[in-house]
């Protein structure tokens, strides 16, 4: 990584980066890197067991990659002395990192490079990954952020590492056709002029991948969804939706690496929780202003409001203690920044097990053990995919 005090030209007091294990310095560089490598092979591991994507699986994918390069700036950052209040001030503005980062030298990027992470500022930069909505979003395509997310852990690795393999799974233009074939246009032309030439050398068999172009994700949803009083875009059955993905996506990380990096695997756990307690609420007039955004990432308060309103989930002291554990790295976004502590957490079989009882409750609240019982065995994510977590 390239070090913000290596120009011989200029003499500048240096900065002094203090690491420790205290509240003030416990964000060390290297966990943070780690913590890019662990979503970039969590989004790895989720395209190669899932196939193709489909919209849903796209933008968890979108966001676990996007989270990556997240980490990578911020690593780099982190190295140049700024301190945790002013990575927090960044929130999760990739531009902004990155406008930070090119002040403390790091290379300049492409315009092509900008206009990408402008994009994903315009879904992941304002939480519409995190909690979808009913409308359209612009999404970048998902090969080229791939690349550029293993190009830049590369870049701010600590160290020399290996550029991590692309799964064959992202389809689509390479980062590097996308920044000669996008110079001086925007990445919409560029992605919509690909498509076709796609279209037009394949069989007409075979269609051009879905998840090649630049897109607008519009609200696709089953049936009989409930909105929140207060927000006509924002459904129970988006939410819900949302909540299966994470489950899908943390068993096809588990059956890919046992699970070997445990706090994204836990971030995806908690994410899962969250969305699903908070499409009950919904579903029972839960309001995105006074119940939704006050619980935040809270689990145990979105559980008591669930609980409140007859929530069909029976839970052991065990489950309701692993809950709790996970509820304080989950609203303290330990497994998203992941900091030089020790960490007590719940065994993953009872939190995955909490998760799929989760679901099928909020399920069948919306849509009745009929429909459950057939959707289960052909949905990923709706059953437990992976032997340890049955044990």
């Known amino acids: 990584m390239n070090s913000p005090n290596d120009d ?3 003499r500048e007091e240096p900065k002094t980066l203090t690491l420790g294990y205290g509240t003030k310095d416990d964000l060390w560089p290297s966990t943070l890197h780690a913590g890019a490598q662990s979503f970039l092979k969590v989004a790895d591991a989720a395209v190669t067991q899932l196939g193709e994507p489909t919209d849903g699986d796209g933008l ?21 002395s700024l301190t945790e209040e002013q990575l927090i001030a960044l929130d999760h503005r990739l531009t902004a990192a990155l406008d930070a980062a090119e002040k403390e030298r790091f ?32 999404m970048p395509i998902l090969r080229p952020v791939r690349e550029l997310a293993g190009e830049w852990l590369v870049l701010t690795a600590i160290g020399k590492i290996e550029s991590p393999s692309i799964p064959e799974a992202y389809e689509g233009p390479s980062l590097a056709e996308m920044r000669k074939g ?8 560029f992605a919509m002029r690909w498509l076709e030439e796609q ?17 607008d994700a519009g609200g696709s949803f089953p049936d009989q969804p409930t909105a929140a009083p207060d927000n006509p875009q924002l459904f129970d059955v988006a939410l819900l939706s949302q909540a299966i993905q994470c489950a899908a996506a943390a068993d096809a990380y588990t059956i890919a690496s046992k699970g070997e990096d445990w706090f994204v695997q836990y971030l995806l756990f908690g994410t899962g929780v969250e969305c699903a307690l908070k499409a009950f609420g919904v579903l029972h007039g839960a309001t995105e202003k006074q119940h939704l955004r006050v619980w935040g990432h809270n689990l145990v308060r979105a559980l008591a409001y669930a609980e409140e309103h007859h929530i069909p989930l029976e839970l052991t002291s065990e489950q309701r203690a692993a809950i709790g554990l996970l509820n304080t790295w989950h609203v303290s976004k330990a497994t998203t920044f992941p900091l030089v502590k020790g960490y007590a957490i719940p065994r993953p079989q009872v939190i995955r097990g909490v998760l799929d009882q989760l679901i099928r409750a909020v399920f069948v609240s919306i849509w009745g053990p009929d429909r459950y019982a057939y959707d289960r065995p052909r949905t990923l994510g709706m059953s437990i995919a992976v032997e340890t977590f049955t044990d």
């Open 199 to 215: 279209r037009a050398s394949r069989a007409e068999s075979k269609p051009a991948p879905k998840t090649c172009a630049v897109c």
């Open 107 to 138: 290379p300049k990027r492409s315009a092509t490079d900008r206009k990408l992470l402008g994009l994903l500022d315009l879904s992941y930069g304002t939480g519409l990954l995190r909690y979808r909505r009913a409308s359209e979003m612009t």
């Open 60 to 80: 968890t994918i979108l966001f676990l990659l996007a989270q990556s390069i997240e980490l990578s700036l911020k690593t780099y950052l982190r190295a140049c």
């Open 8 to 10: 011989q030209g200029q």
């Open 182 to 189: 996008a110079e001086g246009t925007d990445l919409r032309q």
